[in-house]
C-alpha cells in the first residue's frame, strides 16, 4: 500500500491499477484527480478506461475508502 | 416527454444547478436540469453546517430544512486542549433532502424542467462550437441542443473538462473526506466541533456537528497527498473508535471536497461552470453550500443575460468570470493562504496556539488579542508561524 518512494516524495510508478469496487462509494474523488479523464462514473458504476490511463497513481491517493488500489512493481 | 432543444441545460442537481436553474428560468429562459442520481440531494455528500446569514443573503429555506441552530465553534487542539469561538454569524446545520428538494422545488416552480437518472456523458459540438449534451437516459440515449450549458456537476465535473476548461485538482488540493452519522449518543447542541492533528486528519480536521442531542455528524477530510498509509476512512474508524464508542452508525458516505485557488476561468463558448465544479467551495472549511448558490444564481443570470443578447461566445460569458472575482476571487485567495498556512503547522505549534487561545476568555477574542498575549508568553510561535509563509 506504499505508493510513494520514501526519498524526495516521488511515488513509484505503478504496474497496474485494481478497482475493488465492493469498497466504493461512487463519491467522485477519482475522477477529481485524474488528469487524463479516463475514469466513467455513473450512479452506482465505475470504469477506468485503461488505455488513457497514464498509471500516474492520483486516484488511489485520493480514494477515501480504499476502492482504488495501486500495485507497484 | 424531453424537447429536443432548451436555451439553457444544467448539468448537476446540487444547489449550485438548481439555484441557476431558477434564476435562469426566472428570467424567462428554456432551462433543462439534468441529475444523474435518481433523486436530489441524495446521496448526502455533505457534513449538513452552513453560516445562517449569509445563507439567508440568497435563499430563505424551508423551516423543516434546518435542524439545529448553533451559536459557537469549538476547536479541539491535538494534545486535547479545547477552546471556544462565538460567532457573529450564527451557524445551523441543514437536512440537506429537504433543503435540496426545496431548492428543485423552486427551480421547477420557476418554470425550469428537471430530469433525474439523466447520466450526461459527452458534448455535442457544432462546427467547433457546443450545442448540447449526450445523456443517458432509462430508456437509451439522446443528444439534447442547447445554446449555453452550465456545469454544476460537481467536484468530480468532467463537462467543464469537455469544454476545454482545466478542472481536476492535484491531490494536495483536494480534501478526501468520509462522514458517519452516527446515532445513539449525546452531543451538545449549541456547538460544532473541530478537532486538528496528523494523527485525527494530516492535512484537514474531523468534525462533529450535531443533528439533535443524539445524532451527528461525524466526519473528516484529508489532504489527498496524504494518504499513503491510511485513507479517511481508516482515520474516521480510528477517530469514532476513541471519541464515541459503541455508537451506532446511521450512514456512512464518502467524497471530495475542492480546497484550491480559484480557477483561471470558470466560463467558455456556450458554457459556465458553477460551485464545486468551479472549485468555489471555500478552501479552509470545506464549505460550499452558500458559495455555490450564490455562483449558482451569477450564473443564471448572466446565462439568461446573454441569451437575450443574443451572444454566447467565450468573450460574452467572461463577465462571469470576472464577476465572481470581483465578488469572492479575493477572499477565496486569502483562505487558500490560511489553508496552506495552517497545513503546514506542526501538532506542537498548534497545541501551543491552543494554549494561548484557551487563555483568553472567549469573549475578548480578537486578533489584536491573540497576537499581543502570543507575542508576551509564547514569541516563538510567531517565528514557527512566519516560517510557515516562507
Redesign the interface.
Known amino acids: ?4 518512494a520514501k526519498r524526495k516524495g516521488k511515488r513509484t510508478e505503478l504496474t497496474s491499477l485494481i478497482i475493488k469496487e465492493e469498497n466504493c ?1 461512487y ?9 487524463v ?1 479516463c475514469i ?4 452506482k458504476k465505475i470504469s477506468i478506461d485503461m488505455i488513457k490511463c497514464t498509471l500516474c497513481g ?1 486516484c488511489p ?6 476502492a482504488l488500489v495501486g500495485e507497484t512493481a | 416527454m424531453i424537447n429536443d432543444s432548451y436555451d439553457i441545460i444544467v448539468v448537476g442537481g446540487g444547489p449550485a444547478g438548481t439555484t441557476a436553474a431558477r434564476w435562469a428560468a426566472l428570467g424567462g429562459a428554456s432551462v433543462l436540469l439534468l441529475e ?3 433523486e436530489l440531494g441524495i ?1 448526502v ?1 455533505c457534513a449538513e453546517a452552513v453560516g445562517w446569514k449569509t445563507l439567508l443573503k440568497y435563499v430563505q429555506p424551508n423551516p423543516q430544512a434546518v435542524t439545529v441552530k448553533l451559536n459557537s465553534v469549538r476547536f479541539i487542539a491535538p494534545d486535547g486542549t479545547e477552546f471556544v469561538f462565538k460567532t457573529d454569524d450564527v451557524g445551523c446545520i441543514l437536512n440537506r433532502r429537504i433543503f435540496d428538494h426545496d431548492l428543485g422545488r423552486m427551480a421547477a416552480q420557476a418554470g425550469a424542467r428537471i430530469i433525474t ?1 439523466a ?1 450526461v ?1 459527452g458534448l455535442v459540438f457544432q462546427s467547433g462550437k457546443i450545442g448540447g449534451v449526450k445523456v ?1 437516459l432509462p430508456d437509451g440515449n439522446k443528444e439534447i441542443k442547447a445554446k449555453i450549458i452550465i456545469a454544476a456537476d ?5 463537462v467543464g ?1 469537455w469544454a476545454g476548461i482545466r478542472t ?4 494536495k488540493d ?1 480534501e ?3 462522514q458517519m452519522t452516527l446515532g445513539g449518543i449525546s452531543v451538545n447542541t449549541d456547538y460544532v466541533s473541530c478537532y486538528f492533528g496528523t494523527n485525527v486528519a494530516p492535512g484537514g480536521y474531523a468534525w462533529v456537528f450535531p443533528k439533535d442531542e443524539d445524532t451527528a455528524n461525524v466526519g473528516l477530510g484529508i489532504s ?2 496524504r ?3 491510511l ?3 481508516d482515520y474516521l474508524e480510528r477517530f469514532v473508535e476513541k471519541r464515541f464508542p459503541g455508537a451506532s452508525v446511521l450512514a ?5 471536497v ?1 480546497n484550491t485557488k480559484p480557477f483561471k476561468k470558470v466560463h467558455g463558448d456556450g458554457i459556465l461552470l458553477a460551485g464545486d465544479a468551479a472549485g468555489q467551495a471555500s478552501p479552509l472549511t470545506g464549505g460550499g453550500i452558500t458559495n455555490a448558490i450564490a455562483a449558482g444564481k451569477l450564473a443564471g443570470e448572466i446565462a439568461c443575460e446573454s441569451l437575450k443578447n443574443g451572444s454566447y461566445l467565450e468573450k460574452n460569458l467572461a463577465v462571469y468570470t470576472k464577476k465572481w472575482e470581483d465578488q469572492w476571487g479575493g477572499e477565496h485567495r486569502r483562505l487558500y493562504r490560511i489553508k496552506e498556512v495552517v497545513n503546514k503547522l506542526s501538532d506542537v505549534t498548534l497545541n501551543n496556539a491552543a494554549h494561548i487561545l484557551a487563555e483568553i476568555p472567549s469573549e475578548q477574542i480578537t486578533l489584536k488579542q491573540v497576537f499581543r498575549t502570543t507575542l508576551a508568553r509564547h514569541p516563538k510561535i510567531l517565528i514557527d508561524i512566519a516560517r510557515c509563509f516562507l
Not at chain 1, 466513467?40 to 450512479?43: A, C, P, R, V
Not at chain 2, 460537481?154 to 468532467?158: F, I, N, P
Open positions: 500500500m506504499n505508493y510513494r462509494d463519491c467522485g474523488c477519482c475522477v477529481a484527480v485524474c488528469p479523464d466513467e462514473l455513473e450512479e492520483n491517493y485520493a480514494c477515501p475508502v480504499s | 444523474k442520481d435518481r446521496p455528500r437518472r447520466y456523458n443517458s460537481g467536484v468530480e465535473s468532467r473538462r481536476h485538482h492535484v491531490p483536494l478526501s473526506c468520509y489527498a497527498n494518504s499513503e498509509e485513507k479517511a476512512q456512512c458516505v464518502a467524497g471530495g475542492p
